[in-house]
């Protein structure tokens, strides 16, 4: 580890602080004979080295207000009504005016509130009496706190050294007493600066000035894409090589194109607003020719058994999966029966409860395949390539269900550090009904990219990927074993 070079400032400040551990910056610019400015940058350089800690403490102090300062000896107005109505009696409302001035009304609500007076009247005339001495207390709310601001000329006094609730009686009332709150930075060395040296000569180093420019510098993180990005960029190089083109749509579908035209039945749980957020937006064209919206009715139909409703298809979603930009390419395109190998990557949204796994936005991909013989045991074959470019080696399939392909499968990968099998990708060959009027079969599969990313970075939580965790983001390194 190379040689930490100090400079003389700081080598002051060690070395005050070495005698005094613990100072406030007014103070240790005073003990090591610097500026004040001098001081806190000292610190700071300190600080940035791990050999100075700064904490911060608060301390309250009480002084009279402007109103406290206009009371006569400094003694409550209800403290002066009652003495003179235990002294003198009952007395009449006009003369205790006349004698208190302004400060009868303050003090006849406050002893007559808390039951220390009453006042009677008969003929026009109101009469205050006194209650009995041993219902009044000996020392009234506020007046401790009073008699120590009295003794020390008004303040200011440490707040903690009076009683709190009596203080808070006296807060509440305008301008009596004031409470100043003063924070207060103090420094002390670290464990790092014990074996510092901290030695200095004046006169030597003045001269010879401080700056070293050999000295280490701290390393400054380099830009980078961010890992997801990473992975999207080599999903989209690994459809090209393998000849694909990719397509792109628009977030916002009607619900024909995101379910009906996939055969998802109008009834279909996916498809309560739970699991797919719905726009609140005028219905929006199917944007398809009559004769496939009767087709895809049709089918509805036939499949399901159920009454197809144009207006439920218009309403309008965000996308919940890519395969509508796919699907949409492949029928709308010119020269739509001739081959062809598309891929879409983009945004989806689901209405789901964000966990280690789920995401309420994340990113999907999907591929087709519109060839000649193009058969389930080709799929398999593309998907284990698609997989190989991407590092992913031990692949199988399993069987299961989706509404718009049949025969469907699911694809699972081998987690080497987890020791399992992690499901990915869909993938099928679309039923007959979704690609009417396509010469040949379509192949078909598509999931999340983030799960790709999970499996090469060695993730177990997809939100670490949305963190903004600028520490790991600059970290991030992919396995060998992804």
Known sequence: MPEMVLHIIEKKIISSLRSEPRQSIDRLAGSAGLSLDQARRGVEWLRHKGLAEVSESEEATISLGRNGMRLPDTTLPERRLLDILLKGGPQEISDLRDGMGPLFGAAMGIVKKSGWAAAVSAKGRTVISAAPPGNIPSVLPGEATLRALAGAGGGPISAESVDSSDLKSLLRRPELVTKTVTKTKHVSLSEAARTVDASYDEGREANAGAIDVGAGVPAAPRGRRHPLKEVISEIREVFVTMGFSEASGRVVQPCFWNFDALLTPQDHPSREMQDTFYLDVEPGELDSTP?????????????????????????????????????????????????????SLGRVFRNEKTSYKHLAEFTQVEGVVHEAGSTIRGLMGIQEEFYRRLGLTKVKFWPTFFPY???????????????????????????????????????????????????KYGVDDVREFYANNLGWLRGARRRDDA
């Open 291 to 343: 004769a496939h919206v009767r087709r895809i009715s049709k089918a509805h139909r036939d499949t399901w058994h159920q009454k197809w409703d144009a207006a439920e298809a218009e309403r309008m979603v965000l996308r919940t999966h890519t395969t509508c930009v796919t699907l949409r390419r492949l029928l709308q395109s010119p020269g739509v029966l001739g081959d062809a190998r598309v891929f």
């Open 405 to 455: 392909t049949e025969p469907s499968f699911q694809s699972m990968v081998y987690n080497e550090r987890l020791g399992k099998w992690v499901e990915l990708f869909g993938m099928g060959i679309f039923h007959p009904h979704v690609t009417r009027g396509l010469k040949h079969p379509v192949l078909a599969w598509g999931g999340g990219v983030e799960r790709i990313a999970m499996l």
